[in-house]
């Protein structure tokens, strides 16, 4: 079970790492070579956004489904896994919602740099005419 999990860090790693190498003040070549690079990625890299919808699916039906352990009748141990679990839940919905949005965040970035480039190639012709 945890092998989902362990593939989810790493893929949100990577991607706040590429998040980062986007953001750097790079030279124009490298810069536009990167973010070519990138988007080439970008689709087949895009299976992690229903991969985290449906791990955000399964941690709700779990929280659905998992005995409450809210009386005096549980005892201590059984009171401290039913908080350990409910705090890995927690930390699993950080880890999908945060998998999402540096999705995005790398695909806007890279369409927002796609776009400077376009326009930069527009001035320039603008400019040579």
Not at 59 to 86: G, P
Request: hydrophobic share 50%; charged share 20%; glycine share 0%.
């Amino acid at each position: 079970m945890a092998l989902q999990w362990m593939i989810l860090t790493y893929v949100v790693a990577i991607e706040a790492a590429v998040a980062i190498l986007l953001t750097l003040p790079l030279p124009k070549l490298i810069r536009n070579r990167l973010t070519s690079l990138i988007s080439l990625i970008l689709q087949p890299a895009l299976f992690i956004v229903p991969f985290a919808g449906f791990q955000l699916l399964d941690i709700y039906w779990k929280a659905e489904h998992r005995l409450m352990c809210t009386s005096d009748v549980c005892t201590a141990a059984e009171r401290d896994r039913y908080e350990k679990t409910t705090y890995k839940a927690q930390r699993n919905v950080i880890l999908c919602i945060s998998a999402c949005l540096l999705y995005w965040s790398v695909y806007r970035i890279c369409k927002f740099q796609k776009d400077i480039q376009s326009m930069e190639e527009v001035e320039k012709r603008i400019k040579s005419k």
